[in-house]
């Protein structure tokens, strides 16, 4: 079946770096776009950004330019999603999720990815 | 960037009740709406796309419509399962693309 699969809960320092992966199954992996959403802990949710699998192509939102990097590797089918100086608000679950195909409505979703920031 | 608003931001519905959530945004973003459903520790899940189609899987009580700024969410007979926070996002024409900020959906 259609599935995403995130990597495992982080804690990081003020200052680091962390990277998600997000491993599809069950489909072409290079046929959808792959979009980042974060959900900071009792908030909504924020859209991150995408990436075309196919040609490596990004769109990030205004706020996360500079600080976020999508990237992905076709022969294992995983795109990451990479954050660099990390503050305490960046605390938050990071999800990976697949659009429809030709529809940027989120069909499916991985199972989220939790990230600690503190000191 | 398009500012989506959700009105209202909780609703107390009892079982079996009718339920009309809304969802207004900034500017013009023709049918390009979604509807998503999230539960307590768990990933949102898809309801509705394109303003009124429901994704694969999702009961009929649940419908969709509006376009251009004003769209509805409404569940038709609410079911035990049903109580959850709903966003609503766009995604017209160029990123970013936003999500309002939640309706949770609450047992009266």
């Known amino acids: 079946q259609v599935q995403l699969v995130q990597s495992g809960a982080e804690v990081k320092k003020p200052g680091a770096s962390v990277k998600v992966s997000c491993k599809a199954s069950g489909y072409t992996f290079t046929g959808y776009y792959m979009h980042w959403v974060r959900q900071a802990p009792g908030q909504g949710l924020e859209w991150m950004g995408r990436?075309?699998?196919?040609?490596?192509?990004?769109n990030y939102a205004h706020r996360f330019q500079g600080r976020v990097t999508m990237t992905r590797d076709t022969s294992i089918n995983t795109a990451y999603m990479e954050v660099t100086r990390l503050r305490s608000d960046d605390t938050a679950v990071y999800y990976c999720?697949?659009?429809?195909?030709?529809?940027?409505?989120?069909?499916?979703w991985g199972q989220g990815t939790m990230v600690n920031v503190f000191s | 960037e398009v500012v989506m608003t959700q009105s209202p931001a909780t609703l107390s519905v009892s079982p079996g009740e009718r339920a009309t959530l809304s969802c207004r945004a900034s500017?013009?973003?023709?049918?390009?709406l979604a509807w998503y459903q999230q539960k307590p520790g768990q990933s949102p899940r898809l309801l509705i796309y394109g303003a009124s189609t429901r994704a694969t899987g999702i009961p009929a009580r649940f419908s969709g419509s509006g376009s251009g700024t004003e769209f509805t969410l409404t569940i038709s007979s609410l079911q035990s399962e049903d109580f959850a926070v709903y966003y609503c996002?766009?995604?017209?024409?160029?990123?970013?693309?936003?999500f309002g900020q939640g309706t949770k959906v609450e047992i009266k």
């Open positions: 996002q766009h995604y017209d024409n160029w990123p970013p693309w936003t």
């Open positions: 999720a697949r659009d429809l195909g030709g529809d940027d409505a989120f069909e499916i």
């Open positions: 990436i075309n699998p196919n040609s490596g192509g990004t």
């Open positions: 500017q013009n973003v023709n049918s390009n």
